[in-house]
């Protein structure tokens, strides 16, 4: 690895700790990908995500979450098997549950 790949890896080890940093405050980040950016916040912050609704102006439009799998996702959400279909697809569309 020569010296600005190491340069560029140390910079984004460094911005993940900042926005995990951040996150933990209590902060919302913009997290750059591929279709564009997306906002982060904790879920579980009532101030921050009051913030967030008066910022993105969705008082009450609910807000897309992301889960790192099912495990997780099942504990705040139902999945049903066709759900669970859909999100483990080639195609993994948005799915809406309750």
Known sequence: MDRRQWAAQERDAAALRRGRLE??????????????FLLA?????RDTV???RERKN???KPFAVMASDLETLARYCVVTPEA??????????????V
């Open 23 to 36: 996150l933990a405050r209590g902060g919302i980040i913009a997290v750059r990908g591929i279709g564009g």
């Open 58 to 60: 969705r008082p009450h």
């Open 84 to 97: 669970e279909e859909l999100l483990l697809s080639a195609e993994s569309p948005i799915v809406i549950l």
């Open 41 to 45: 916040a904790d879920p579980f912050n």
């Open 50 to 52: 009051r913030l967030l």
